[in-house]
């Protein structure tokens, strides 16, 4: 944490006190410091005086910013704090937003913990003297690693705490109460909006050691069908005992999911490479067939396109990050497919020249194959594809025919002419060399009637 921003809260708490206030650190940051973890994002609620002198006081400090001036919330230019009043809230309705909100400075300690969603969360310390409050006795739930609602009532007002509990357990490897998975079955899911759906997914992907712990905690709260029904969709479809002992289609991605979680960190698309692993055996559940005695599942990867694009359109509107889930889960066979085979030079080219990422697209297939009950008798192809992606790299770094150089050589526009640069392309990916592949790519033209006259190249 940085010092200075320690340093202004102790300001802030010391002008607060002189006014007979009193300043408390809230939220993850006392729970962070009680788990031995650093938490970057500081939060101060401020009791016991009016927002006028809230104002006055931030504003002797620096320049104040009202981050949600109606909500009493503040910062300062320049200063990672965020500074709130406590407040009280009413629902009237079922979006997160259907609140009534009243800042009110006297709520008192109590209440304004009551209505944190977890005990871990609703502990409070002083600014000051670093006194803890603990109304909910969210130190002992540290200490047995559990996440507990505080209150029935206040709890369920806002759905997205369903995915936050999950997200917590799988972020710090802790349980949830038995009353608390009750509880959360009770919740409709239905009215929350995707990118707050996605901003819990996203962190227990991005941060838990374990995501799987994620979707099985909502599993056994019964709220997948909502927002993750493919995965639900999963549970129970059957697959080769010869290829996965492991069980259902369900187990496996869990198990892929964590094992691509010990490989985000070589991902440049880390987050894409995570909802890759979730959704690259989606297709299992509709094409998954008994022939002769045999499971499989043949072209899952292609036919569960569709279901992939629904998942990723439930839970984002960025389209770059969709089409890079499909493109990973449409090819997430062929890298072990073609390693295991020895495959020549140019069919691990056009797999990676498919592919939108090629070293995600590797990582893909590693966590895949790692995802298995034995991950010991995993055969590792690091080797092999190192060696081919340095091959194909340096194949595009060569020249290669250009529409230009067609041309230039009498080649007429016409509605075949792409198909020509394709046919070049598919050359350069076969090693040929530039003059050469220019002089088959003209002779494939002449004999469509598209070159003018013949040219030496």
């Given at each position: 944490m940085s010092d200075s921003n320690i340093e202004t809260a102790r300001k802030i708490a010391k002008l607060v006190d002189e006014k007979g206030g009193t300043a408390y650190y809230v939220g993850g940051f006392v729970r962070d410091s009680l788990r031995g973890e650093e938490n970057k994002d500081i939060d101060v609620e401020i009791h016991g005086i009016y927002p006028k002198q809230l104002e006055e006081i931030?504003?002797?400090?620096?320049?104040?910013?009202?981050?949600g001036e109606s909500f009493g919330i503040y910062c300062l230019k320049g200063c990672g704090v965020d500074i709130a009043m406590p407040r009280r809230e009413e629902n009237r309705g079922a979006g997160h937003r259907d609140f009534d909100v009243c800042v009110d400075p006297f709520l008192g300690a109590y209440k304004a913990a009551q209505r944190r969603d977890f005990t871990v969360n609703a502990l409070m310390q002083n600014v000051l003297t670093g006194e803890i409050t603990d109304f909910f006795n969210g130190i002992d739930d540290i200490r047995v690693g559990v996440i507990r609602h505080v209150n029935d009532r206040t709890f369920t007002e806002d759905p997205l705490r369903v995915l936050r509990g999950a997200q917590f357990a799988a972020?710090?490897?802790?349980t949830v109460a038995d009353e608390t998975v009750e509880l959360c079955r009770t919740v409709d899911l239905s009215s929350l909006a995707k990118e707050r759906v996605m901003g819990e997914t996203a962190k227990a992907l991005l941060k838990a050691e374990k995501p799987s712990v994620y979707f099985e905690v909502l599993r056994s709260m019964g709220q997948l069908s909502v927002w993750f029904p493919e995965l639900e969709n999963m549970i129970g479809v059957k697959q080769n005992p010869e290829h996965h002992s492991e069980g259902d289609v369900w187990t496996h991605t869990m198990m892929v999911i964590d094992a691509a979680a010990a490989l985000r960190s070589k991902s440049s698309q880390p987050l894409g490479l995570m909802l890759s692993a979730v959704a690259h055996d989606f297709g299992k559940a509709i094409c998954t067939r008994e022939i002769n005695g045999k499971i499989h599942a043949y072209d899952h990867e292609?036919?569960?396109?569709?279901?992939?694009?629904?998942f990723m359109n439930r839970l984002t509107s960025e389209k770059a990050l969709t089409e890079y889930v499909l493109n990973l889960c449409e090819h997430h066979m062929r890298p072990n497919m073609l390693a295991a085979a020895g495959a020549c030079v140019k069919s691990t080219n056009r797999m990676f020249d498919r592919s939108i990422d090629p070293e995600g697209l590797i990582l893909l297939a590693k966590a895949d194959g790692i995802g298995k009950t034995s991950p010991r008798e995993y055969?590792?192809?690091?080797?092999?594809?190192?060696?081919?992606?340095?091959?194909?790299?340096?194949?595009?770094?060569?020249p290669y025919v250009m529409g230009r150089d067609l041309i230039k050589n009498g080649v007429k526009p016409s509605?075949?002419?792409?198909?020509?640069?394709?046919?070049?392309?598919?050359?350069?990916?076969?090693?040929?060399?530039?003059?050469?592949?220019?002089?088959?790519?003209?002779?494939?033209?002449?004999?469509?009637?598209?070159?003018?006259?013949?040219?030496?190249?």
């Open positions: 931030l504003d002797s400090l620096g320049e104040r910013i009202a981050i972020r710090f490897g802790y292609t036919l569960g396109l569709p279901l992939i694009k629904a055969v590792s192809y690091d080797g092999f594809f190192e060696s081919r992606l340095a091959v194909f790299r340096e194949y595009m770094s060569r509605e075949r002419f792409s198909e020509y640069l394709d046919y070049a392309h598919k050359l350069l990916l076969a090693g040929v060399e530039k003059d050469s592949a220019l002089r088959q790519t003209l002779a494939v033209a002449r004999k469509s009637g598209d070159l003018k006259k013949e040219k030496k190249s």
